[in-house]
């Protein structure tokens, strides 16, 4: 007895399972741009290209009993399906499917595929022998490399008692086929164009292996493999490296580029996956006190402008009096995370207002007026008049925090004119990346001549 329309129905999505095996943990989610900084272009982790490719066969030979036990019928059928497709971010596309039956006849869905980005990706159906079918191509984070066979369902089962048609289905079936599926993710670092900084990133993920089983299928039919979560720490993110036991695996990148960070898995065939990532930005702040924080610079217009007050640029040499200069290096990553690059010694100055000042002084000389002594951390630094603040790149964060402890333990010899405030807040500066004006040691003209804000 030839099957029923929808019988051909039901085996065309018992088939299709060879060709798609799509499940919730490796459907694909759209990239979601963070926002940057002022002037830079976000970071975009996403989907940036997907294939796939099989075909199956299979033979089901169907008997029928009553609740008597009595053969009460039976039919056969065989099955060939194929699919290909690919598509590419940005790009596009396309995709065709094709399933013959015997008896039962032939479907097929041709699609193609604009330009477009996940998830709004555009299709168009050009081919199809019923309008009510689904595309079979469906992209998911997802890896498959299964050769012949790819799923040995030969088996046999009986399906429970069918009180409708009034018997038990005890079936035979044979199939075998191959499927080859793979999703790349790529990584926008994000940046302004042509930047040279270097980020630091976080990248979380996970996978799943999916384990193909024979049949007879769990209820309801089709069978689905088993999932078998993979550990974190086997999954390799390309460009990256191996994802820690637990927490998440750190990575410093270049900025204004494009990354293949697709995860795979050693030694297993057949997983879905997914991913996450985090990138994290630095700065260095420059703070100044000018003792005549209300008077331009005097070179601005000198025929407007009154005479400097006296003594302009600063009262004396006193503390609070000549001005001050300190910065700050301060990052959203966490400390976690730095310490994984420095030491606890060094991040300690993260986020931290820090300056350089004697512990106590003296006059080595009056004309001009020089004051000297020992030198420390100062990180009672007042309040700012100015400040300003520059984006840095994470590696440069890391020499500042080592400059600054270095400061901390070996702070030197503090002169007014020769090694203070100003020129220390320079070097932690080019410490860091940030090139602050070097040709004086004056608080209120430091403070006049320190550049914009870059972030």
Known sequence: MAPTAPHKEFTMKAHTFFLCLMFSGGMAVAATPKAGASGDKPDRLFIGSYTAGASGSSFWQHDYYDLDGNHIGANSHDETSTLSGGWQDGIGGSSSWNWNGTPGGSDWVDA?????????????????????????????????????????????????????????????????????AQATMQLQTGGRSGSKLQNLF???????????????????????????????????????????????????????TTIDVTPTVKGVDYYTFDENETKYHSHFEAFVTQPFPDYPDPSYDPIYNPEPPFPYPFYDLSRGTAGHAWWKLSSDAPFSAINQFTTSDCSQWL??????????????????????????????????NIRRIYAVGFPGLISGLIYTESISNSPGIWNSKTHNCVHETVNAGGAAGVQLPSGGYIPEIFGIDLPPDDI
């Open 112 to 180: 193609i595929y604009a330009p477009s980005s996940y998830p709004d990706i555009e299709e168009e159906i050009v081919n199809t022998s019923d309008d009510d079918l689904d595309n079979p191509f469906v992209i998911a984070k997802e890896y498959c490399d299964m050769g012949v066979p790819l799923v040995d369902h030969s088996g046999a089962g009986t399906y429970p008692y069918d009180p409708v048609s009034g018997r038990f289905d005890h079936a035979i079936v044979v199939e075998f086929g191959v499927r080859h």
């Open 202 to 256: 976080g990248f979380n993920g996970s996978a799943t292996q999916l384990v193909p089983v024979k049949w007879p299928p769990a209820t309801p039919f089709p069978n689905v493999p088993p999932y078998r979560p993979i550990p974190q720490q086997n999954i390799y993110i390309n460009n990256v490296g191996y994802l820690p036991a637990t927490g998440t695996k750190y990575k410093v990148l270049p900025d204004d």
């Open 351 to 384: 986020g931290r207002e820090v300056g350089y000042a004697p512990i106590t002084s003296s006059y080595v000389s009056h004309v001009p007026p020089v004051k000297q002594g020992l030198g420390t951390i100062d990180t009672a630094n007042g309040s700012a």
